[in-house]
C-alpha cells in the first residue's frame, strides 16, 4: 500500500455513520417515539465506539513507538473528541425538541421540581417503597482509592453542604439494573395524559431522605456521571475446554479496565468533577464529555411509547416455510431465499424444529454468534438431542458484548447433549450456517442455511438479512466440511462452491475485481456493485481505487465505516458511495460483478475489513437460482434509487442527502416490502 493512497480514518467514518443515526433524530417527519428511540441508539453507539475505537486508538498513542506516529494517533484522539462535542451538542437539542414533540402529544417527561403535589406525594412513596432500599452510596472525599465503578450503569457524583457548613462528597450508583429508567406517574387532575419521570430524578426529589440519619444536612445537590472502559479482553487464543474459565476470568478483567472516557453533567462543581477525576486515575489520553442532566441515554431505546400512532406501522412479515407442509419436501421442490424482517423468522425455527422430530433426519450442526434471550432456535437443537439426533453446536465465545451470554448458552446446550464446540485457535467464526444430515433411500442428503446474519429471533425483526435454505448438494457439502474445519482446524479445507476467510476469500475477490479491471481496459463492460457493513481493509480500497482507475463502474452501499475517499479526482472518479439509516438497520452483505454479462452475485457473513478477511472464518456463496438473483438485483436497485433516507458519502463524509432531481420518492425499505409481498401474491 503506498502512502499516497486517500483513505479516511475509519473512527471518524465510524461518528460519520452515528451522525446518520442522529439525523433520523432530527428528522421530524420520523415518529416521535422512534426519534426517542434513535437518541437511545446514537447514544448506545456511542458507548460502544469509546470501548472499542478509542480504547485501540489511545492504546496506540500511549504506546506508539517513534514521534510520527504518537502524534498522528494524538491528532487523531484530538480529532474525535472535538467531533463527539459537536455531535453531542446537536444531540442535547434534538433531545430537548424530541421532549417537547411528545408533550404536544400529551406525554410528558418531567423535573422532580415540576411535580404537582399528588404527582409528588406519589414519587415520595415510590421512592421510599421502591428506591431507597436499592441505594448504597459511598463517600469518596476520603483517602480510600474509589470503588469499583460499573461501566454499564450511571452513578450520582453527590455534593452535601452540611449545617456546620463543611462539605462532603459522595458517589451513588443509580439502580437502573433493578428499576426501570422511567417511571409512569399519575396525571395532573383532570388531564388525560402519559406521565413520565426519570429514575435519576425520582432520587433527586428525595436526596436529603438518603443522608438524613447520617449527617445534618443544609443542602444537598447530584449530577450524574458515568465511564467508559477498556473493552478489550486479554485472552490466550489455545481454544480448548477450559476456555470457559479463561474467558470468564477475562471477562472480570474486563470489569477493571482502564478507563477511556467519562461523560458528565456539564453543572457539576469544579471542585467535585477534579475529585471524580482524581478518584478514576484518568490519563493524558482520555477523552472527558460535559453534557446534560441525563446520561446513559440507551436506556430511551427501551421508551415506553404505547401509542401506534406515534411509531412506525408494525411490518406484517409475510409467510415462510409454511408448517401445514414438510420442511423438507418444500426444499426439494426448490431452494428459498429469504430476506428479513420482511420474511417470517419463524422459518429458520420450522427448519430446525422439524429436523429436530424428522426420524430420517440423523444429524444438526449449527453455529451461534449472537441468540435470542429466550431463543427457540437453542430450544430446537435440545430437542433435537432428546430425539436422538447427533448435534453439534460451534459457540463463538468472542463475540463482543455477548460473551457472557455465549458461556451461558454453551452451558445450556453441553448440558443438555450437545456437542458444543467452542470457537476455534486464532480466529472468530462469525459464518451463519446450518447444517442437516437426512437419510433418503438409503444415502445421505444435506438440507443446508446459508446466510448473512446471526440466527437471532428478535434482531432478525429489526436487521435486514439474506437467508438461503437449500437442498443444494455441492453447497451442502460445502457447508458439512465448513463444519469439519472447525472440529479439526489442522487440515486446509477445499470447497466446490462457497468461498472461505480466511483462506480464500480475499484472493477471490482480488481476482473478480481484477477480471472487471481487465474488461475495461480492453473497452468492454465493466462493473461493480457491492453492498457491506464497513469498507476500511487498504488492500480492497487500494484495487477499487484501480479499478476507478481503468474505468470500471463502482456502486457501494455502505451502513457504517468506509475509508474510500470518493471524488478524488483520478483516484475515485468512477466511485460513487451511499449508505442508509432507517427504520430497519442494514445488515446484508452482497457482492455483485458484472463478469463479461455472465453476472457473478455472492452473499456473505464477511464485510470488507481485514479482521473479516484474514482473521474469522466467513463464508461468502454465490447465488445461482435465476430467480433469487433477479430477487436480491431487484432489491439493491431499489435501495440505490433512495432519495429519502439515503445519504452520499462524500469525501468529507458530510451526509448530504441525494438530490431528489425531480425523480419519484423512493424510500426503499417500504418499496421492497411491496415488492416482495407483490411477488409473493403472484
Known amino acids: ?348 425455527v420450522n427448519f430446525l424444529a422439524s429436523a429436530a422430530l424428522d426420524p430420517q433426519v440423523k444429524e444438526i450442526r449449527i453455529n451461534l454468534y449472537r441468540v435470542a434471550k429466550n431463543s427457540r432456535v437453542v430450544a430446537a437443537l435440545v430437542n433435537a438431542v432428546r430425539n436422538n439426533k447427533k448435534v453439534t453446536a460451534v459457540v463463538e465465545l468472542r463475540a463482543r458484548f455477548d460473551e457472557k451470554a455465549n458461556i451461558h448458552w454453551s452451558h445450556e446446550l453441553s448440558d443438555a447433549g450437545v456437542n458444543v464446540v467452542y470457537g476455534m485457535p486464532n480466529l472468530k467464526v462469525h459464518c451463519k450456517l446450518i447444517s442437516v444430515l437426512r437419510r433418503e433411500d438409503g444415502k445421505d442428503r444435506f438440507y443446508s442455511h446459508l446466510g448473512t446474519g446471526n440466527f437471532n429471533e428478535n434482531t432478525a425483526k429489526v436487521y435486514c438479512d439474506f437467508s438461503l435454505l437449500t437442498n443444494n448438494q455441492e453447497l451442502g457439502r460445502d457447508v458439512y466440511n465448513v463444519f469439519e474445519f472447525m472440529q479439526a482446524p489442522r487440515k486446509r479445507p477445499s470447497f466446490k462452491r462457497i468461498i472461505t476467510s480466511p483462506f480464500f476469500y480475499r484472493d477471490a475477490i482480488t481476482a473478480a475485481i481484477d477480471r472487471e479491471i481487465d474488461a475495461a481496459q480492453a473497452g468492454k463492460k465493466a462493473a461493480l456493485f457491492f453492498k457491506c457493513n464497513n469498507l476500511v481493509d487498504s488492500q480492497i480500497i487500494e484495487q477499487l481505487y484501480r479499478a476507478s482507475a481503468a474505468g470500471v463502474k463502482i456502486r457501494i452501499i455502505v451502513r457504517g465505516m468506509c475509508a474510500l475517499v470518493c471524488e478524488t479526482p483520478g483516484v475515485s472518479d468512477n466511485i460513487r458511495i451511499i449508505s442508509l439509516v432507517d427504520k430497519y438497520l442494514e445488515h446484508a452483505r452482497v457482492y455483485i460483478f458484472h463478469n463479461g454479462g455472465d453476472e457473478l452475485m455472492w452473499l456473505s457473513s464477511a464485510d470488507l475489513m481485514k479482521r473479516n478477511l484474514d482473521q474469522r472464518v466467513e463464508v461468502t456463496f454465490p447465488l445461482m437460482n435465476p430467480e433469487h438473483q433477479a430477487t436480491v438485483r431487484k432489491i439493491m436497485e431499489l435501495q440505490w434509487s433512495d432519495n429519502q433516507k439515503a445519504r452520499l458519502i462524500d469525501a468529507k463524509q458530510t451526509n448530504s442527502k441525494l438530490a431528489n432531481g425531480g425523480r419519484k420518492g423512493c424510500r426503499s425499505q417500504d418499496a421492497i416490502y411491496r415488492f416482495l409481498k407483490q411477488r409473493e401474491a403472484e
Not at 461518528?15 to 434513535?38: A, G, K, Y
Not at 395524559?193 to 438518603?210: A, F, T
Not at 457539576?268 to 482524581?278: S, W
Request: a neutral charge.
Open 1 to 348: 500500500m503506498s502512502n499516497d493512497v486517500p483513505l479516511f480514518p475509519k473512527e471518524l467514518s465510524w461518528l460519520s455513520f452515528n451522525e446518520r443515526v442522529l439525523q433520523e433524530v432530527e428528522d421530524e417527519s420520523v415518529p416521535v417515539i422512534e426519534r426517542v428511540h434513535f437518541l437511545g441508539i446514537f447514544s448506545n453507539n456511542l458507548d460502544e465506539f469509546f470501548r472499542v475505537h478509542v480504547a485501540a486508538v489511545r492504546r496506540l498513542a500511549a504506546f506508539s513507538v517513534g514521534g510520527e506516529k504518537k502524534e498522528y494517533y494524538s491528532n487523531l484522539l484530538q480529532s474525535i473528541n472535538n467531533r463527539v462535542l459537536r455531535l453531542q451538542l446537536r444531540y442535547a437539542k434534538a433531545y430537548n425538541k424530541a421532549l417537547k414533540d411528545l408533550a404536544k402529544h400529551d406525554i410528558h417527561v418531567v423535573r422532580e421540581t415540576s411535580l404537582s403535589d399528588n404527582q409528588r406525594q406519589f414519587v415520595e412513596s415510590y421512592f421510599h417503597r421502591e428506591v431507597l432500599p436499592e441505594l448504597e452510596p459511598f463517600f469518596i472525599d476520603g483517602r480510600k482509592p474509589m470503588p469499583l465503578i460499573n461501566e454499564t450503569s450511571i452513578y450520582f457524583a453527590i455534593a452535601l453542604e452540611l449545617d456546620d457548613g463543611t462539605e462532603r462528597y459522595v458517589a451513588m450508583e443509580i439502580p437502573t439494573d433493578t428499576l426501570p429508567r422511567f417511571v409512569e406517574i399519575p396525571p395532573r387532575e383532570g388531564k388525560r395524559e402519559k406521565v413520565y419521570i426519570v429514575l435519576d430524578n425520582i432520587i433527586r426529589g428525595c436526596l436529603k431522605e438518603i443522608f438524613r440519619h447520617v449527617v445534618p444536612i443544609a443542602k444537598a445537590s447530584a449530577y450524574t456521571f458515568k465511564i467508559s472502559r477498556d473493552a478489550e479482553l486479554e485472552l490466550s487464543e489455545e481454544v480448548t475446554q477450559n476456555i470457559l474459565d479463561r474467558m470468564e476470568r477475562s471477562l472480570k478483567k474486563r470489569k477493571r479496565a482502564d478507563p477511556v472516557r467519562m461523560a458528565y453533567d456539564g453543572d457539576m462543581p469544579e471542585a467535585l468533577l477534579e475529585l471524580v477525576k482524581k478518584k478514576l486515575k484518568m490519563g493524558r489520553y482520555d477523552t472527558y464529555t460535559p453534557g446534560g442532566r441525563y446520561h446513559n441515554s440507551k436506556d430511551l431505546m427501551k421508551f415506553p411509547g404505547e401509542s401506534a400512532r406515534l411509531r412506525y406501522k408494525r411490518l406484517t412479515p409475510l409467510p415462510a416455510l409454511p408448517k401445514n407442509e414438510s420442511v423438507f419436501s418444500q426444499l426439494c421442490a426448490g431452494d428459498r431465499l429469504y430476506y428479513y424482517p420482511y420474511y417470517d423468522f419463524h422459518a429458520i
